[in-house]
């Protein structure tokens, strides 16, 4: 199967700071990555995916980069807002399989 | 267009005893997935289904039940409720398993006493 590590476990950044968590995968068959978004009490929401034939993927202040040499792919928020605050899951898909990593709690700090 | 509604929103169990955990999506997804997720914890695959008829085994599947007879419906089965499956449930549904993001439900928040 897939496994899919990610780190930091939890981020604490002031606002107006950058965040970046980083995820690795160990199969080089991986193909698709999304990450999602979960907010206390919510849901977890997509808010942003690439595909293995792109290396970077951009939406107002999030961008996904991906690696796939080194298997490994980044979610970046730049100026960060304290709305930002949630946990976030990257997840890597292959064959007929997605695998979750374990959730980075980001706290924005006001 | 809903989504992919989750009811009920909460419940409380009694050790032993049974119930269901309904799921639906409107958005012609062919498939369907049930997680739980424990404090502090990701989330856990219990089962799957890519189509109506068709349904497989996740990672946590022992204690559930799924069946799928319609693309619409996804209900998760406990067939004897243990206090280990105290957790909060997510439905998620996309038109493929691989190949799309997910759209979770607002999740069912169970506690087995």
């Known amino acids: 199967g897939e496994n899919v590590e990610q780190h930091p476990s939890t981020l604490s950044v002031q606002e107006g700071d950058s965040a970046v968590i980083k995820c690795t995968y160990s199969d080089s068959a991986s193909n698709y990555f999304p990450w999602y978004k979960q907010e206390l009490g919510k849901r977890p929401q997509l808010i942003i995916d690439?595909?293995?034939?792109?290396g970077e993927k951009k939406d107002q202040r999030i961008a996904v980069t991906l690696n796939k040499t080194a298997k490994h792919f980044s979610l970046h928020i730049t100026e960060t807002q304290p709305e930002d605050s949630a946990v976030y899951f990257c997840a890597a898909s292959h064959n007929n399989d997605m695998r979750f990593g374990a959730g980075t709690r980001l706290t924005v700090k006001p | 267009n809903a989504g992919v509604t989750q009811t009920p929103k909460f419940q409380v169990l009694k050790t032993g005893q049974s119930m269901t955990l309904q799921c639906a999506q409107d958005?012609?997804?062919?498939?369907m997935s049930w997680y739980r997720q424990d404090p502090g914890m990701g989330l856990r695959l219990i089962h799957y289904?890519?189509?109506?008829?068709?349904?497989d085994q996740g990672e946590v599947p022992n204690g559930y039940n799924v069946s799928r007879s319609t693309t619409e419906d996804f209900p998760l089965r406990l067939l004897s409720a243990a206090p280990s499956q105290t957790s909060v449930y997510f439905c998620a549904s996309s038109y493929s398993r691989t190949n799309y993001g997910y759209t979770f439900g607002s999740g069912t928040r169970l506690t087995v006493v």
């Open positions: 958005m012609n997804h062919e498939y």
């Open positions: 289904s890519v189509g109506a008829g068709i349904t």
């Open positions: 690439i595909r293995s034939n792109v």
